[in-house]
């Protein structure tokens, strides 16, 4: 009956603690945070930045019990990755210490865990659906309570059915059926998401985005400035047009300023009255892996060097 569901908007409404917010303010305004049931989708190319934005989400919300499943990657990276986010330590500093005995950087490990990041369960095995009910069934057992959020990265690599679409339906159903926020990494086709190119509702390899309440799009400004340059060149090598040189050097000047940005938008959002986002770039600190929303700014980076951008 249609009563049930207004009794559901009633909870959502009054209880906006229950959702997950990202920590990019633009986008949380308008998505007013990942409700019990839905599925927030991040889409990308590989290596374009999903799992940095995915761990500064998990830093956002601390104060939650947070489920994540990452087979891709093993839980001491996590670890480690947070870490240097959260401490803002170089990794190859932290490496390097924690090689040498470094008690110090050793404890730092010990306490972002224990501390900083004590109610965050990994499980980094694959992912049938049998093992993530299992999963899910002992950290309810261990903390007395449901998981506040469930975390997947990524979509592709879930062990339930025989498409994409398919595994995508399979974690609806998981959330729903648990009545949790579900938090889902996604790749890009090569052909969509290859050389930085901006993200769109189609993006996604092989479908899945229907199944979304909303979809982040995160991809890396420079590979699309590179390729440009790339196919520029070719031109000039071919005639020398002034207008195609004017717009080599504007692209070299933009390279200098995204060598190290991550660019984030909102492609999707169901929310009644919400809106989408466009490109908002963040400043990806390399050496801890943090990110910084520009809002307007230059990288530190590109100031460093004494350049001026009109």
Known sequence: PLAEAADSFVRWAQSPQDRVHLGINQIDKELRGIAPGEIAMMLGFAHGGKTLLLLHALRNNRDKHIAMFIPDEPRQLVLTKLTCIHHNIDARELEARVAADDQEAIDLLRRTAEEDFPNLAVFDQPLTSSDME???????????????????????????????????????????????????????????????????MSSGSYGGEQQATSIIGVRRKKYQIAAE?????????????????????????????????????????????????DDIDFELDVATGRLRELDGELPEQYLQVGMIYD
């Open 134 to 200: 299992r999963a899910y069934g002992e950290v309810c057992d261990v903390w007395g309570q449901v998981p506040e959020l469930v975390v997947v990265d990524y979509l592709d690599l879930v062990e339930a059915g025989e498409t994409v679409p398919d595994k995508a339906t399979f974690l609806k159903g998981f959330g729903r059926r648990h009545d949790i926020p579900m938090l889902v990494l996604h790749q890009t086709s090569r052909t969509a998401g290859a050389d930085g190119k901006k993200m769109t």
């Open 229 to 277: 340059i790339n196919e520029l060149i070719e031109k000039l090598d071919r005639s020398h047009s002034e207008r195609a040189q004017d717009r080599l050097d504007y692209l070299r000047l933009e390279q200098r300023i995204h060598e190290h940005t991550v660019t984030v938008s909102l492609l999707k959002n169901k929310r009644p009255a919400g809106q989408l986002v």
